[in-house]
């Protein structure tokens, strides 16, 4: 599986933008897909996690209630609509893609997952 993300950029605080993890293959549907974020000088961090049917979602708390992920099985695509942007939300986002369940602090490790796409910008200037 390859991954691909894009849609970063440069917003306000308070606005939004939507990031987008394009996957090839055909088994991309069958994987649950994660955000991670990794700002200068500082660990990569869980964001939130989506599983293979969409039926169920996780979200760091540092993003609950402002971040939404989804997912397009027909479009091989996982979305991350995020909302309320902060600057502590800047950061290089990535995602990854992994063949095995988890569920809570387990989704969070990053070396649990199996797959990941190169990172986009995210900026939010105050």
């Known amino acids: 599986v390859q991954l691909q993300a894009s849609g970063g950029g440069l917003v306000q605080a308070g606005g939004s933008l939507r990031l987008s993890c394009a996957g090839s293959g055909r088994t991309f549907s069958s994987y649950a897909v994660g955000w991670f974020r990794q700002a200068p000088g500082k660990e990569r961090d869980f964001v939130s996690i989506i599983s293979w049917s969409g039926g169920s979602t996780y979200y760091a708390d540092s993003v609950k209630g402002r971040f939404t992920v989804s997912r397009d099985n027909a479009k091989n695509t996982v979305y991350l609509q995020m909302n309320s942007l902060k600057p502590e939300d800047t950061a290089v986002y990535y995602c990854?893609?992994?063949?095995?369940?988890?569920?809570?602090?387990?989704?969070?490790?990053?070396?649990?997952?199996?797959?990941w796409g190169q990172g986009t910008q995210v900026t939010v200037s105050s």
């Open positions: 990854a893609a992994r063949t095995d369940s988890c569920s809570g602090y387990g989704c969070s490790i990053v070396g649990s997952y199996d797959y």
